[in-house]
């Protein structure tokens, strides 16, 4: 018999052949397969080819299923560390950040505002124009998202957002699970846009999480879950918005946990056939009239 050598390591003899392939491996390249022995480049090609493993709604199943929730969890609080460390309740960072539906007159240390001066008129000595939405400041519809100001405040949607993220995550994986957030967060200011006061300002990630309240209803729905657990736990939370409308926007909370039903309904009840194409198709469309709601309230505003 010749002598044959470790494709790998050619100073080695070895009699051994990939099942695969049939290369000749030595003994450290040899890899256990399901018959025999396989070589490392068909391992790590069987890997590259096999297909990975998906959620019940058709996402890639998340090996962590914490990694997107702690990312967001991330975001919030190094944007709350930002506010406090440039003034806390007097930042600037609140008033470029918080959605504000228009603009508004403040005086330059930010202490005060003039509330019927327009963007025309406030250029007084001592006084500066912070643009809304309405005047173009679109981005603060989507950074509301992720600033807080009290501490309580913070906490208690990241709190939330903990406890219900990983279990949304691994049911939906972390793509839907992503566009599930950051579409009922943008449902939630678009509620704010067309709900609350002109002048007022409005930013936490409260309409995001009301509305993975509102996924998580429709998923334990679905799967024939404890459904009432879950309302539950949304009728409290409905009960504390109430309570405290003076200072909690109902405005957000509303839109979120609507937008959460409405995207979470055609992520899970998708057909099964081109399920992928028909939940970015429904995720499209809601965008697409989330971004129609903005643009008419907008044209409302500015006459």
């Not at 069987?46 to 090996?63: D, F, L």
């Not at 509620?191 to 509305?211: C, D, K, N, R």
């Not at 109430?242 to 992520?267: C, N, P, R, T, Y």
Request: hydrophobic content about 50%.
């Amino acid at each position: 018999m010749p002598v044959t050598t470790c494709y790998r390591h050619p100073g080695r003899e070895s009699y051994v052949r990939c099942q695969r392939c049939g290369k000749v491996i030595c003994p450290d390249c040899m890899r256990q397969a399901s018959v025999g022995f396989q070589c490392p480049d068909c391992v790590a090609e069987g890997a590259k080819t096999m297909r990975a493993g998906r959620t019940a709604y058709g996402g890639i199943r998340p090996s962590n299923p914490g990694a997107t929730t702690m990312a967001l969890i991330g975001i919030n609080v190094a944007v709350w560390f930002a506010i406090v460390a440039t003034g806390w309740k007097s930042s600037q960072l609140i008033d470029r950040l918080a959605l504000s539906p228009l603009g508004t007159c403040f005086t330059s240390d930010g202490s005060g505002y003039y509330p019927n001066l327009t963007e025309a008129s406030c250029v007084a000595p001592g006084q500066e124009f912070v643009p809304g939405v309405a005047d173009g400041s679109y981005w603060q519809l989507a950074t509301s998202m992720f600033a807080h100001v009290e501490i309580w405040h913070i906490a208690f949607n990241m709190f939330a957002l903990y406890a219900l993220g990983p279990q949304l995550e691994l049911v939906l994986g972390r793509a839907r699970f992503l566009a599930l957030y950051l579409l009922s967060g943008l449902a939630g200011s678009a509620s704010v846009y067309w709900l609350a006061t002109e002048h007022g300002a409005t930013l936490g990630a409260s309409g995001a999480v009301f509305g993975l309240m509102g996924a998580l209803l429709v998923v334990a729905f679905k799967v024939g879950g404890n459904v009432q657990s879950v309302l539950t736990w949304i009728g409290i939370n409905v009960v504390i918005t109430v309570l405290g409308a003076q200072f909690i926007s109902w405005q957000a909370h509303l839109g979120g946990l609507v937008g959460g039903v409405l995207i979470a309904a055609a992520l899970v009840y998708a057909p099964r056939r081109n399920r992928t194409q028909f939940q970015v198709g429904m995720l499209v469309f809601i965008a697409a009239a989330l971004a129609l709601a903005v643009i008419v309230r907008s044209a409302v505003l500015t006459g």
